[in-house]
C-alpha cells in the first residue's frame, strides 16, 4: 500500500537508507557529546564523522545475524575502522538510537502532513467564500432540515481542518522526544548529558523518565491524531458523496474528459476519489487501534510494538497525505450545481420554511400545540404528494386570516440567512473579502 499509496516525499522519508543515515547521525552525536565529556578520545572523531554505510551490505548482514542494529553497527565500523569503530554505540542500547531517529520520522512526516492539509485547508476556505451567499438545503437524519448556504457548509469543513491540524501539531510535538538513556532507561552506561547534547542538536525534547524506549503513549497520540484526521477528511469526502447522488444531483467531483465511470455502463458518473478516501480512513483508525495495543509492554520493554510500527507508521503518514492530496484535487474541481441546489429548497412547495410559518402563527396568538398540528398537516400532505406546502397553508382560512400577508417573506431563504456570516467572521474568512 505504501508503494502506492505514498507520495515520494512521505516514501523517502520511511525508506530504509533515511532511517539509516539518521541513526548514524544520532551515533555521531553521542560521539562528538561523549569527546566533550572526556570519555571518547577527541582524535578519533575525525574518523568517526567521515562513517558510511551501504543499505545492501546492512541487509546482507542482518540476515546473518537476525538483528538490524548489529548489522548496521558492522558495516559502519567497517567504513570507520580499529580502533576508532570501537567507541560508536558507546554506553547505547538499541532502542536509544531506534526511538530517538523514530522520533525524527514522525517530526518530518508530521510536517508534511500539516503543509497538505494547510492547502486543502486553503482550498475549502476559498470554497466556502465563493458560495457563502449560495442558498441550499440544510438535512438532518439525512432530511430536509432548513436553509443554509453551500459556503456555510464548507466553512465548517475549514473550522474542522483547523482542529485537525492544531490537534497533529500538539501530537507531532510531544512524539518529537528522544532517549539515551541506556538499557533500562536509568543512565547506567550513558551520561545524561550525552542524551541532552544529542536531544538538542536534533529539535527533540528528552524524555523524562525513559525505560529501554519512548513510552507509547506519546505514539499512540499521535497515531490517535492521524486517525481524527483521517476521520475529517472521511467527513468531507462523504459529504460530497451524498450530494452528488442522481436525487441530489448538488456537486459533482472532477471528471476528466477522456474518464469512464463504468465498464458496463457508459452514463456513470461516480465519485471514486471520495469513496477512495472514505474507505482509507478506515485503515487510518485501524492503525490507531493497534498503537493503543502498544502502549502497555512488559516491564521495561518488549518487542511486539516493533513490528507493528514499522507498518502502521509508514502507512498512515503515507496514507493521510495521500488523503489530503487527493481532497485537495476533488475540492478544487468541484463542480456546484446552484440551480439544483435551488430546486431542492424548493421541493414540495419549501417545507423547510415550516419553522418560520410555526413561528409566525405562534406570535399571531394561535397556542404552539394548535399551529405545530396545522403546519404538519400541510407539510405531510405535501410529502405524500398531496399538493405543495404554500399551497395546502393557503388553503387554511386561519392561516390567511394571520398571516396570509406574510407568507412571501415566511417563504424567502435570505431571512434565515441573515445571520450566515458569523462563522465566516469566526473563521476570519471575511478579511480577505473586505481586504
Not at 337 to 345: K, V, W
Amino acid at each position: 500500500m505504501i508503494e502506492r499509496y505514498s507520495p515520494p516525499r512521505m516514501r523517502e522519508i520511511w525508506s530504509d537508507r533515511r532511517r539509516f543515515d539518521l541513526w548514524l547521525r544520532i551515533e555521531i552525536l553521542a560521539c562528538e557529546a561523549w569527546v566533550e565529556r572526556g570519555g571518547i578520545p577527541a582524535g578519533a572523531l575525525p574518523k568517526l564523522r567521515r562513517a558510511s554505510f551501504d543499505v545492501e551490505r546492512i541487509q546482507q548482514v542482518e540476515e546473518q545475524v537476525g538483528h538490524d542494529m548489529i548489522a548496521f553497527l558492522t558495516v559502519v565500523g567497517d567504513s570507520v575502522g580499529q580502533p576508532e569503530a570501537r567507541w560508536l554505540h558507546l554506553g547505547l542500547t538499541s532502542s536509544d538510537v531506534v526511538d530517538t531517529a523514530f522520533a525524527l520520522q514522525i517530526k518530518e512526516s508530521a510536517q508534511l502532513v500539516d503543509q497538505d492539509l494547510a492547502a486543502l485547508r486553503e482550498a475549502c476556505a476559498a470554497l466556502a467564500l465563493e458560495h457563502r451567499r449560495t442558498p441550499m438545503v440544510g438535512r438532518t437524519h439525512g432530511i430536509h432540515a432548513e436553509p443554509i448556504t453551500f459556503g456555510f457548509k464548507v466553512a465548517g469543513w475549514t473550522a474542522e481542518l483547523d482542529r485537525a491540524r492544531r490537534r497533529l501539531a500538539g501530537a507531532a510535538a510531544e512524539a518529537a522526544t528522544g532517549k539515551l538513556s541506556g538499557a533500562v532507561g536509568t543512565h547506567a552506561t550513558v551520561d545524561p548529558e550525552v542524551e541532552e547534547y544529542v536531544c538538542t542538536h536534533l529539535g527533540l525534547a528528552t524524555d523524562e523518565v525513559s525505560t529501554q524506549v519512548v513510552s507509547r503513549d506519546r505514539h499512540a497520540a499521535f497515531m490517535s491524531a492521524l486517525a481524527v484526521a483521517a476521520a475529517t477528511l472521511e467527513r468531507i469526502a462523504l459529504e460530497i458523496r451524498h450530494l452528488q447522488r442522481s436525487e441530489v444531483s448538488e456537486v459533482r467531483e472532477p471528471f476528466g474528459a477522456r474518464q469512464k465511470g463504468s465498464s458496463a455502463m457508459p452514463h456513470k458518473r461516480n465519485p471514486v476519489l471520495t469513496e477512495r478516501i472514505c474507505g482509507l480512513a478506515r485503515v487510518v483508525r485501524g492503525y490507531a487501534a493497534t498503537e493503543l495495543e502498544n502502549v502497555a509492554l512488559w516491564h521495561e520493554r518488549d518487542i511486539s510494538h516493533s513490528s507493528a510500527e514499522r507498518v502502521i507508521f509508514p502507512d498512515a503518514c503515507a496514507l493521510v497525505d495521500y488523503m489530503a492530496l487527493q481532497l485537495t484535487k476533488v475540492v478544487k474541481g468541484l463542480e456546484v450545481d446552484t440551480a439544483q441546489m435551488r430546486r431542492n429548497l424548493e421541493l414540495w412547495g419549501g417545507v423547510v420554511y415550516s419553522q418560520r410559518v410555526l413561528l409566525a402563527l405562534v406570535e399571531s396568538g394561535l397556542s404552539r400545540e394548535d399551529a405545530y398540528a396545522l403546519v404538519q398537516r400541510a407539510a405531510h400532505r405535501a410529502l405524500d404528494g398531496d399538493g405543495d406546502f404554500r399551497a395546502n397553508l393557503l388553503e387554511n382560512r386561519e392561516v390567511q386570516e394571520r398571516i396570509g400577508a406574510r407568507l412571501e417573506e415566511l417563504f424567502d431563504p435570505t431571512a434565515d440567512l441573515a445571520r450566515i456570516d458569523v462563522a465566516f467572521e469566526r473563521l476570519g474568512l471575511l478579511e480577505k473579502v473586505q481586504a
